[in-house]
């Protein structure tokens, strides 16, 4: 089947870690985001790339990073300049035509030790 | 002013009712409009694209009207598992390829 798969489904960070989320899809979708969704709140862009080796920061991208050094896999390291992590982590996907909707993987929580 | 608005409710309604929601936008040059369903703890999930001319999935109608940017999603028939929260998302005004999520609008149907 086709889809997008996000791992761990738990994360836990001590202090001073980094961490890298998973996200791999198989829908030979061209674009891919990461989103960050605290308690009651709506989801943040974090990073987006359209393209492969190419990624632009979204709106709250400060203590993080990414790659895309492949269409399938796009993964999110949360370092520890992100004074804030814990928080509930989806990465999407989307053909890469203009106005298309976005297919989401099935999140990462991550939590500080 | 929020790029996307939406009213986070709850909306408390008998199994059967009919419910609508609205949303707001503020970029007047958005060209793209859906609806995701998101349960607690979960992923959000696309329910349906909105369209200029209004479209309907089963018990689902979408409306839009872009000279008071709003859209809005009734429900006709309440089920149970219609209990989410929904999320409003337009195209943001940086990108095409950008979406903008509101906050959501949580729904509770009592049976």
Not at chain 1, 40 to 55: A, C, K, P, T, W
Not at chain 1, 69 to 84: D, G, Y
Not at chain 1, 88 to 105: E, I, K, M, V, W
Not at chain 2, 29 to 40: E, K, L, V
Request: proline content about 4%; overall charge positive.
């Amino acid at each position: 089947d086709g889809g997008i798969t996000q791992s761990p489904k738990y994360l836990f960070r001590k202090e001073g870690q980094n961490v890298t989320l998973s996200c791999e899809q198989n829908l030979n979708h061209d674009a891919m985001y990461w989103y960050r969704q605290d308690p009651g709140q709506g989801l943040r862009l974090i990073y987006y790339s359209q393209i492969v080796n190419d990624f632009q920061k979204g709106d709250i991208a400060e203590g993080y990073s990414v790659s895309r050094e492949k269409k399938e896999s796009f993964p999110l390291t949360v370092t520890s300049a992100q004074k804030n992590p814990t928080a509930f982590y989806l990465c999407a996907s989307s053909t890469g035509s203009r106005y298309q909707p976005q297919h989401f993987g099935d999140g990462t929580r991550l939590s500080i030790l | 002013r929020k790029e996307v608005e939406q009213d986070p409710g709850p909306f408390n309604v008998p199994e059967g009712a009919t419910v609508a929601f609205n949303c707001t936008y503020s970029n007047s040059a958005s060209q793209s409009f859906f609806w995701y369903r998101q349960d607690c703890r979960k992923e959000p999930k696309l329910l349906m694209s909105v369209y200029s001319s209004g479209n309907e999935d089963g018990r689902f109608t979408a409306q839009l009207n872009r000279a008071s940017q709003y859209i809005s999603l009734l429900i006709r028939d309440s089920k149970l598992s219609d209990s989410a929260t929904y999320l409003c998302v337009v195209t943001s005004m940086d990108s095409s390829y950008k979406l903008i999520f509101g906050s959501g609008t949580r729904l509770l149907v009592r049976p």
